[in-house]
């Protein structure tokens, strides 16, 4: 009597049983290299889910055609050699991080399919805030979450997913919430996010949810061809070696102990309109490191007897000695000097001092760290006590009040006063004392030209109003030590006691 | 076209002319201006910019970039480079070229946020787990912080190999003149990367190797071209030192201070000269080498208990006294302090 045969899917069904025909799809290598002497074979145990969830996924890229195009992430845990069986483009990965990896692939590569596989340990425990921030970026890459409730590769120890009262090696009394917390359902807590368009999660239990698990698989990678946004399926997987059942037990156990505690379900299925809001302009890139227009350069017009300049300028935060200190550093490279500028940089914001190191040179700058400057701009009182005894014997120091504090006696040092507040309250802005200092500064050191103070201003404000009341800053400035020297409560016109 | 620039903002200027279009980065002070300058300049020239959730999901949007073949980047200040050790040492592993910059602070912990020199060892020697090297180098001027991130770039490539920028504080916080001209700056074609293409289909990228035979061929590959690369890519800087009987050694911010203390010193009359590492590793060893046999004695100074000097004293095997003066804590000697410990030391040389 003839045999008869049906053939079943890749099954053919003989009457003497069954018969293995190793149809596969073509996006698996013909031979697996894994196992040196079982080409046929992955090393997965039987009855391990992740093979029935790498033959969905394999089927699906073979069937929309995307095996060219797509670039698998591999994670750690037992499908960390899913690069042994999917012939795509691979990429393998640290423990957790496929989603961040995935990222900086599918940005690099956005027309491509990005997929990231990561089992519970990798995706739910290590790599939490990857996922959660990937999801909650909305990338444009498909996650498939193999949730088995245990770690399978290093032995059986608790998962985060492991089901409350599950015996594991780290869990050997069962999962215990007052110890270890309630399992984690990654599906439900990404579907609280924006981003995300679908999130379904599928269970590898019996043939009928295999087949809703093969049209989620189909349906993440389609939503990813065309675009859409973030896909993510989570598949309830069996673990016959680790949770001690033979195949069909185990089977059996994902239906009747994991879907209970965690449901089937599509969480997300949506269009999610993404704004796209306040596109950056374009550049080419010689605009973009030429900066940002081209700095005219003035003919140098410092004085015959500049010499190098250590200028430290010091007051409170917002009296703008950081801006003050930027300005004389763009003047002077404008008038073809080496220049350096050094904050000093905190870590709050309010009620901080601030203080800056500009050099000035016809040199190469060595050190842009002035310990011993030659000149100090002190704002306020604080920073006059603070840095006059620096000031090298024969410097200036420009104080940014009437009178000195009568305690004080600096007989080494000439200093100007110019009460730089009072000034530019009167000029309408309390914010230009700091180009009222500068006007100071240059009339008493003649070190740079106020023309070219004045055209980096007019690169840098572009409010004319406010441009206007700098230019007077820098004039009242200048002729109030002009007019101090006039009445001869400075000794010298300008430049160093030698 | 000279532009006054910020040490932070001019690496993101040369990480463009590098052709680098993708910054995956987390803020820290003080580097925090570079993931600003590239959030603000990579999207204007088509780039991407993503702010990612930790340094550790950063180096990994860098290891997946890398992973496509393009040039990419990252920076951070210590912490953040803790975080980014294992990451480090992925990309080491599988071989990705890319370039990580790491404006050191003060630690160890969260430490301060002014300059420090700390991360030497970390940075220089390892950190991550495994037989690897990065490939450093050590900028000292805003200029530098442009021009050494793209020979950062060129160097990863060439040698598939992480690219670390190692600088401090105060040259990512501080202003210069940065000379910048377009020039055309082409990346080598990457055969190995993953792109999503039937060309690339068989490529993977990884750092798994099974079998023992596997990893050790794999590791002995990676000596070779750091062998070469110890050969051919060593640069250095020589001030002063051409009748120098001291020779003071300092990278970074304190090359600047030495140089004027340098200059200090020799107008004293003390034959001093300085010698700069602008390579951290591989460590210009031949270069040192040659200077140091005219000198009578060395003095190495830097912002660490005592981290590069290591390097020098294995370099010269102890051919010359070699003293170290370090500053910690965020403190920076001044000109004088170091013209002070130049006069020490040159007085112990007669």
């Known amino acids: 009597m003839a045999e008869e045969r049906v053939s079943v899917g890749d099954l053919k069904v003989s009457t003497n049983g069954y018969e293995i025909a190793h149809s596969k799809s073509e996006v698996f290598y013909p031979e697996y290299e894994r196992k040196a002497d079982l080409k046929h074979q992955t090393h997965y145990c039987p009855g391990c889910g992740h093979g029935v969830a790498h033959k969905l996924i394999a089927e699906a890229i073979e069937d929309l055609g995307l095996q060219d195009q797509t670039i698998l992430v591999s994670p750690v845990g037992c499908s960390v050699f899913a690069y042994y069986y999917f012939d795509v483009g691979n990429v393998q990965v640290a423990h957790g991080r496929a989603p961040a990896a995935a990222t900086g692939l599918k940005r690099a590569c956005p027309d491509k399919i990005v997929i990231a596989y990561q089992g519970d340990g990798d995706l739910a425990a290590i790599g939490t805030a990857e996922i959660v921030h990937a999801a909650n970026r909305g990338e444009k890459i498909t996650v498939f979450f193999v949730n088995n409730a245990i770690y399978g590769m290093t032995g059986g120890q608790m998962a985060p997913t492991t089901l409350v009262g599950q015996k594991s090696t780290t869990s050997p009394w069962g999962r215990r919430p007052v110890n270890e917390g309630f399992p984690l359902h990654m599906a439900e807590l990404l579907a609280t996010l924006e981003a995300p368009v679908y999130i379904e999660r599928v269970a590898l239990s019996d043939n009928k949810n295999i087949m809703k698990a093969r049209r989620a698989v189909r349906k993440a990678l389609e939503i990813q061809r065309a675009g859409t946004g973030f896909s993510f399926v989570e598949i309830l997987s069996p673990c016959p070696t680790i949770w001690g059942k033979d195949p069909v037990e185990a089977r059996k156990w994902v239906a009747e102990k994991m879907i209970p505690s965690f449901p089937l379900n599509v969480f997300r299925d949506r269009k999610v309109e993404i704004p796209t809001n306040n596109e950056p302009p374009r550049k080419t890139v010689a605009e973009l490191v030429g900066g940002a227009k081209p700095a005219e350069t003035s003919r140098p017009q410092h004085r015959h007897h500049f010499r190098d300049l250590g200028i430290k300028i010091a007051g409170f935060g917002g009296q703008g000695v950081l801006l003050l200190g930027q300005l004389l550093a763009e003047t002077g490279m404008r008038e073809g000097l080496e220049v350096s500028w050094l904050p000093s940089y905190g870590p709050e914001m309010r009620s901080g001092s601030a203080h800056c190191h500009v050099c000035l040179s016809k040199e190469r700058i060595g050190s842009p760290l002035i310990s011993r400057p030659n000149v100090l701009v002190a704002m306020n009182e604080l920073s006059l006590r603070k840095f006059a005894a620096q000031v090298l014997p024969g410097g200036i120091i420009i104080y940014g009040r009437e009178h000195l504090p009568e305690d004080l006696a600096l007989p080494q040092v000439q200093v100007v006063c110019i009460p730089a507040s009072e000034i530019a309250d009167k000029l309408g802005s309390a914010k230009v004392a700091n180009v009222v200092m500068m006007g100071a500064l240059l009339e008493e050191t003649e070190c740079l030209s106020p023309a070219t103070v004045m055209q980096v201003l007019e690169a840098k404000v572009k409010n004319p109003a406010l441009l206007e009341i700098d230019r007077k800053a820098l004039d009242a400035g200048r002729t109030y030590i002009d007019h101090m020297v006039a009445v001869g409560a400075v000794t010298q016109a300008d430049g160093f006691a030698q | ?350």
């Open chain 2, 1 to 350: 076209m000279r532009q006054l620039c910020k040490g932070n903002v001019a690496v993101i200027k040369g990480a463009v002319l590098a052709g680098c279009r993708a910054y995956y980065g987390y803020p820290i002070t003080p580097a925090s201006e570079i993931a600003e300058a590239a959030a603000l300049y990579l999207p204007e020239v088509g780039g991407t910019f993503v702010q990612a959730e930790s340094e550790t999901a950063s180096i990994n949007m860098v290891y997946g970039a890398a992973s496509a073949g393009v040039r990419v980047m990252t920076a951070s200040s210590g912490p953040g480079l803790s975080l980014m050790q294992e990451g480090i040492s992925y990309l080491a592993g599988a071989e990705l070229p890319c370039v990580i910059v790491d404006v050191m602070r003060g630690g160890p912990g969260l430490g301060n946020i002014a300059p420090e020199q700390s991360d030497y060892f970390a940075m220089v020697k390892g950190g991550g787990h495994g037989n690897y090297r990065n490939l450093v180098v050590a900028p000292a001027s805003v200029q530098e912080m442009a021009e050494l991130t793209i020979l950062a770039f060129e160097l990863a490539d060439k040698y598939r190999n992480p690219a670390i920028v190692l600088t401090d504080g105060f040259v990512g916080q501080m202003m210069e003149p940065l000379d910048l001209e377009y020039r055309e700056i082409v990346a080598p074609e990457k055969s190995w990367a993953v792109k999503g293409t039937a060309e690339t289909r068989k490529n993977m990228v990884t750092s798994i190797f099974l079998e023992p035979d596997d990893l050790e061929e794999h590791q002995r590959r990676m000596e070779a071209k750091y062998v070469r690369a110890q050969q051919a890519e060593t640069r250095c800087e020589e001030y002063r030192t051409e009748d120098a009987e001291l020779l003071v050694v300092g990278f970074g911010i304190v090359s600047r201070v030495l140089r004027s203390a340098v200059d200090e010193a020799r107008r004293q009359g003390i034959k001093v000269g300085l010698f700069r590492p602008i390579t951290l590793w591989p460590f210009p060893a031949k270069e040192l080498t040659a200077v140091a046999s005219r000198v009578e004695k060395l003095l190495v100074v830097e912002l660490s208990n005592g981290q590069m000097v290591e390097d020098v004293r294995l370099t010269l095997e102890g051919r010359k006294p070699i003293e170290f003066y370090g500053r910690v804590g965020g403190n920076v000697p001044s000109v004088e302090e170091l013209v002070a410990k130049i006069e020490e030391n040159a007085a112990a040389t007669v």
